[in-house]
């Protein structure tokens, strides 16, 4: 794969994005991840409460809202916080059913949007569709409170093993490499999974990485961008007052989305040059 190849896979990935419905997509998507995270969230919390007390409700939020801007995080983690206060019992069952439903949709949204992109229609019955998706959110609950488990006794695993065996080069593997590492790992997981678990369709690793690094990389380019324009230019009270903060994140969703879409739209134009190049 030359340079020149992939500067003209990316050009047509960005044609067949906007040709395909592309922007309606996101919007789904967004709005669907948007209704879902709320629950998924309070339930991820409260499920973490109930199985383990070595986790704060803070490191668990900063898990998940750690690579959003702070003007987008902040409202959201504010709320999360407030409801949890005042939780009871029925935290955990109802949104259980709620995060199911919600957030099983949200993943669906992004199913959709893969295959439209990969132009593989995904031809499994609604019900395995659905099943998929609902397996998918759980998970990544069960993931993610792993991943925060690991946070908090890695460091003191670590810690230990450099007081026995000094030789080892362990201080490179401070708490917030960390964090870092095994914040990305589920990240970069949850992409991979969406191109090839999710859609049905059988791809292989050599086909998907490409549109996966694509979107990895326009998404930490995108979270700093983003969070410069919110703090220097944009001014969204004036507009949508004390909506600023949902539009915001909403906003930010929708162009996560449209990178997400467009590394699905960037293999599929790698693997149809590939093709072509076959068949001369």
């Given amino acids: 794969m030359t340079t020149n190849q992939v500067f003209r896979a990316f050009f047509i990935a960005l044609k067949d994005f906007d040709s395909r419905d592309g922007w309606i997509m996101c919007s789904h998507v967004a709005m669907a991840i948007m209704m879902a995270i709320f629950p998924f969230t309070i339930f991820l ?18 898990l998940i809202f750690g690579g959003w801007p702070d003007v987008v995080a902040e409202p959201i983690m504010r709320e999360l916080r407030a409801v949890l206060a005042q939780g009871t019992g029925q935290t955990l069952t109802l949104n259980l059913l709620l995060t199911v ?13 893969i295959s439209k992109s990969y132009r593989r229609p995904d031809l499994r019955p609604y019900w395995r569709k659905r099943l998929t998706c609902i397996l998918f959110v759980l998970s990544g609950t069960v993931i993610l409170i792993g991943v925060a488990v690991l946070l908090v006794g890695l460091p003191i695993y670590f810690s230990y093993f450099q007081d026995v065996i000094p030789i080892l080069p362990l201080e490179v593997l401070n708490n917030e490499l960390l964090r870092v590492l095994l914040a990305a790992t ?20 050599r086909s998907v990485w490409p549109g996966v690094l694509l979107t990895i990389v326009l998404w930490a380019v995108f979270a700093k961008v983003f969070t410069f324009y919110l703090g220097n230019f944009a001014n969204y009270s004036v507009t949508y007052a004390g909506l600023a903060g949902v539009m915001s994140g909403l906003m930010f969703l929708y162009l996560l989305a449209a990178l997400l879409i467009l590394g699905a739209s960037f293999n599929e134009a790698l693997i149809e040059m590939k093709q072509s190049e076959n068949q001369t």
């Fill in 45 to 62: 919390l409260a499920l973490a409460g109930q199985l383990t007390t070595s986790l704060n409700t803070t490191e668990m939020m900063e």
């Fill in 101 to 113: 439903f919600f957030a099983s949709t949200g993943v669906d949204a992004i199913r959709r949007a």
């Fill in 186 to 205: 589920p990240l970069i997981f949850g992409v991979f999974a969406c191109h090839t678990i999710l859609t049905g369709a059988k791809r292989s690793f």
